[in-house]
């Protein structure tokens, strides 16, 4: 339900990097980023989910980790916890941020906007969906 949610924490630091500009010694930020908004978005959402307390710190502490780079191994082994339950507990909270988000970062919703956006057909759309069901769905992309 949340393959995009997932893949944007899961890549936030490299979207964060792709941000900024350096140009003869000056750094500034590309804001129009559509990866990046997105982000903010999915964070605005989790940082509500903690404050009204229906996502836990340790859930919150997980997401955290990941999107700061490190790997659900490492995660799991930080916080001493097995790596499915760090896989489970991420994957439960992208599905509720997707779920309060809607349209473009829900499965269906993503699926749906490739579609229009890149005039997929239906082998195209089932082998995206078939992916985005694999086990291999949560391999970071770097977005630069």
């Not at 890549?11 to 590309?30: G, L, P, Q």
């Not at 930080?78 to 509720?96: E, W, Y």
Request: glycine share 4%; proline share 1%; hydrophobic share 40%.
């Amino acid at each position: 339900m949340s393959w995009y949610v997932e893949n944007l924490l899961r890549s936030a630091k490299s979207i964060r990097d792709s941000i900024m500009v350096s140009e003869n010694n000056i750094t500034d930020t590309n804001m129009g980023s559509d990866l990046y908004l997105d982000l903010l978005s999915i964070e605005k959402t989790l940082n509500d989910l903690y404050e009204k307390k229906l996502i836990k710190f340790f859930d919150k502490k997980i997401v955290t980790m990941l999107s700061n780079g490190d790997s659900i191994e490492d995660v799991a082994e930080k916080l001493g916890v097995a790596r499915p339950t760090i896989t489970k507990r991420f994957s439960t909270v992208c599905d509720r941020v997707a779920f309060i988000l809607g349209d473009n970062f829900s499965d269906v919703g993503y699926i749906n906007y490739m579609k229009e956006k890149y005039n997929l057909n239906e082998e195209q759309i089932n082998k995206a969906l078939e992916y985005m069901r694999s086990s291999v769905r949560r391999i970071v992309v770097n977005h630069r």
